[in-house]
């Protein structure tokens, strides 16, 4: 059974910090690239970083120089450490876990986290 499971969530003032982390499970970890994604209220779900299988990285626009998102392939987890935190980045951060076709590259799997809340407010 495969499981993301984040955690590291909750409330912190603007400027802060807050480190999410999720732990996988069920999953051949190293053929998978990971990434974070958020939903805000009354907004769709968007990509916030993601980390290949190799561990390249990739970042959207607005949280590049804050945000730096890792990968454990030993402890088969990934990280999402948040710097200099906006209102916002208020949202629910979720976990995702993705493997695509090795020459392909279309996704023939996909997992995903039941989600922690992130509040940024003073």
């Known amino acids: 059974q495969v499981q993301l499971v984040e955690s590291g969530g909750g409330l912190v003032q603007p400027g802060g910090s807050l480190r999410l982390s999720c732990a996988t499970s069920?999953?051949?970890?190293?053929?998978?690239?990971l990434g974070w994604y958020r939903q805000a209220p009354g907004k769709e779900r968007e990509l916030v970083a993601t980390?290949?299988?190799?561990?390249?990285?990739n970042y959207a626009d607005s949280v590049k120089s804050r945000f730096t998102i890792s990968r454990d392939n030993t402890k088969h987890t990934v990280d999402l450490q948040m710097n200099s935190l906006l209102p916002e980045d208020t949202a629910v951060y979720y976990c995702?876990?993705?493997?695509?076709?090795?020459?392909?590259?279309?996704?023939?799997?996909?997992?995903w986290g039941q989600g922690t809340q992130v509040n940024v407010s003073s």
């Open positions: 980390i290949s299988s190799g561990s390249t990285t």
């Open positions: 069920g999953i051949v970890f190293t053929l998978y690239s």
């Open positions: 995702n876990a993705e493997q695509r076709h090795m020459f392909a590259g279309h996704v023939i799997r996909r997992y």
